[in-house]
Nanobody
């Protein structure tokens, strides 16, 4: 069974850091594109970052470039998102997802999703 489990969210003050983790099971994460997305109340799901070993893909949304870093731990079948310099506008539920079409920030191209982890940044 393909499964993704997100973790690492929490409450942090503006300027702080968090590291989100995505644990994959039932498949090899390195064979797929793994993306991080976020959704705040009343907004559409937004692509944040993506990593893909198959096509050496690495993508970031403009809003997080220079602050967020995505990385993979193939030995543990996990992908992490290190978030530095957090801002109140980063507050959202963050989801990891697995896609089969290479690295992309469009949610419709990702077929398997984690349950989400809440990130709240206070001002």
């Amino acid at each position: 069974e393909v499964q993704l489990v997100d973790s690492g969210g929490g409450l942090v003050q503006a300027g702080g850091s968090l590291r989100l983790s995505c644990a994959a099971s039932g498949f090899t994460a390195a064979d797929y594109a793994i993306g991080w997305f976020r959704q705040a109340p009343g907004t559409e799901r937004e692509g944040v970052s993506c990593i893909s070993a198959s096509d050496s893909g690495l993508m970031y949304a403009d809003s997080v470039k220079g602050r967020f870093t995505i990385s993979s731990d193939n030995a543990k079948n996990m992908v992490h998102l290190k978030m530095n310099g957090l801002k109140p506008e980063d507050t959202a539920v963050y989801y990891c997802a697995a896609g089969y079409s290479g690295c992309d920030l469009r949610a419709l191209l990702f077929g398997s999703w984690g349950q989400g982890t809440q990130v709240t940044v206070s001002s």
